[in-house]
């Protein structure tokens, strides 16, 4: 893949993270829901095995919720981004 095309796409999707993801829906998805419908939602939490650096996608400190949210999507695609690569250039490296 060209790096051209590689960085268009990483801007696509920081910019999805930056101008859509403040819309996203609050309401639970649907897992979620058949598990609140069910009666078994509150089962299934515990002691989380890594914490989150973000929960729910809220950038502390920041108290604007819209902001808050953004800036969470940008962070958590550049980290993304970040691990595929290296990924991507341990395995280029790995079969040269």
Known sequence: MKKKDM????????AVALFLSPFASSWPDGLE??????GFLG????????ASPLPDYIFPGI???MLAT???GILGTLI????G????????????
Not at 43 to 50: A, D, S, T
């Open 43 to 50: 089962k299934g939490e515990g002691i989380p095995v890594l």
């Open 63 to 65: 108290p604007n919720d």
């Open 33 to 38: 829901w058949v598990a609140e419908g069910h």
């Open 7 to 14: 960085l268009w796409g990483l801007f696509v999707a920081l």
């Open 85 to 96: 690569y290296g990924v991507a250039c341990l395995l280029k490296r790995r079969n040269s």
């Open 70 to 72: 953004s800036l969470a």
């Open 80 to 83: 993304v981004f970040g691990l």
